[in-house]
């Protein structure tokens, strides 16, 4: 049982690149959830999902695009990298609504 | 405009004292509160959480006091190791338009001093 895996753990893109973080879980959860984690800021919700086929936005969606075709999967896109978007993300995934969220390890992303 | 605030970036305490973490929200519709650590290079673990039905929840050396008219928790450990030195996370959700999201704070960085 692996819980919450994220990849890579570490990626520098150049401005305008664009790249897929991956989350997977295998806990069979229907929450699942991006933040991203900046000095001062705290996480900061990106998108989230309640199930196969439906996502949301978060506090700060733009710029990023998700999809959940699986209940495992719920990878992260970022379409044309900026500078900005240099931070540590973190994907979660939990039973449901009321329950603690269970954390990857996160993706450290520096865009130059 | 942060919805969850704590205004303590860091707390320093000697070891076996008391450390208590505080956390303010904005929006009434909160009803569900959590606390996550979170050590360097890992992601946030969770470590206790409180319904807005009750206004005490305890866990061995945790303990999580919700004030619901002042829009306060607090996590207490006691007493405080070394060990529960890390960054402290606290979180909320609920309401008909936002029970899904999960909303943090920016996190108090704990050091326990042995």
């Known amino acids: 049982n692996a819980g919450v895996t994220q990849t890579p753990k570490f990626q520098v893109l150049k401005t305008g690149q664009s790249m897929t973080l991956q989350c997977a879980q295998d806990m069979n959860h229907e929450y699942m959830s991006w933040y991203r984690q900046d000095p001062g800021m705290g996480l900061r919700l990106i998108h989230y999902s309640v199930g196969a086929g439906i996502t949301d936005q978060g506090e700060v969606p733009n710029g990023y695009n998700v999809s959940r075709s699986t209940t495992e999967d719920f990878p992260l896109r970022l379409l044309s990298a900026a500078p900005s978007q240099t931070s540590v993300y973190f994907c979660?995934?939990?039973?449901?609504?009321?329950?603690?969220?269970?954390f990857g390890n996160g993706t450290r992303l520096t865009v130059t | 405009d942060q919805q969850v605030k704590q205004n303590s970036p860091s707390l320093s305490v000697q070891e076996g004292r008391i450390s208590i973490l505080n956390c303010d929200y904005t929006n009434s519709m909160f009803d569900y509160f959590l606390w996550y650590k979170k050590y360097p290079a890992e992601g946030p673990t969770f470590l206790i959480s409180i319904s807005s039905i009750k206004d005490k929840n305890e866990d061995g050396r945790f303990t999580v006091f919700l004030n619901k008219s002042a829009k306060h928790l607090s996590l207490h450990i006691v007493p405080s190791q070394p060990g529960d030195s890390a960054v402290y996370f606290c979180a909320a959700s609920g309401g008909k338009t936002s029970y899904d999201k999960v909303i943090f704070g920016p996190g108090t960085s704990l050091s326990v001093i042995p």
């Open positions: 979660a995934s939990s039973v449901g609504q009321n329950s603690p969220l269970h």
